[in-house]
């Protein structure tokens, strides 16, 4: 008796485009820096002891870092002192975002797919990866439905093997 073994590989077949989210995360190391230690008292920010200490403070420290800058504190603080510390930051600094580590991911997303040549995707079918060993965050994934929407054929959420159709351009 003769046994073929002829498998074919219908997923490499099937010409499918699979993005992977991943491979633009940036590996920078993230930090949150909370103004509240900065406050007098924990109340209020005084304007004559904060500037002593963007004067005095170590900001290359914060070299290549992602830096969510937040208040948790329950107390006003004035708009100029987040754009000081912007502006001390940002030199040394990969990033700097005004919010949480969440808000932070995702404008580091935003960036890195707002660099992508789009071309390269016109009229094919693309599979948005699912599983992922870091954790990408959603608004990435809306945004790269964003992106892809005006040039792909269609857009499938999951692995080349299962997927959940997003989107299918009508011709």
């Not at 103004?35 to 403070?57: A, C, P, Y």
């Not at 070299?63 to 754009?83: E, L």
């Not at 599983?131 to 992106?147: H, K, N, Q, R």
Request: net charge negative.
């Amino acid at each position: 008796m003769d046994i073929q073994e002829n498998f074919v590989n219908k997923v490499a077949a099937s010409g499918l485009i699979t993005f992977n989210l991943e491979e633009y995360y940036h590996t920078g190391e993230r930090v949150v820096y909370d103004i509240k230690d900065n406050l007098f008292h924990g109340l209020m920010l005084r304007e004559k002891d904060f500037r002593e200490f963007i004067k005095t403070h170590d900001w290359a420290s914060y070299t290549g870092k992602n830096i969510a800058v937040i208040c948790s504190a329950d107390a006003i603080v004035p708009t100029w002192a987040y754009m000081l510390l912007a502006n001390k930051l940002k030199p040394y600094a990969n990033e700097v975002v005004f919010g949480s580590l969440e808000t932070l991911e995702s404008v580091l997303f935003t960036k890195a797919l707002a660099k992508i040549d789009l071309n390269a995707f016109a009229g094919e079918r693309v599979v948005v990866k699912g599983c992922a060993d870091i954790d990408v965050p959603i608004s990435a994934y809306v945004e790269i439905t964003s992106l892809l929407s005006p040039v792909v054929k269609s857009i499938m959420y999951g692995e080349p093997c299962s997927t959940v159709p997003i989107y299918k351009r009508k011709d």
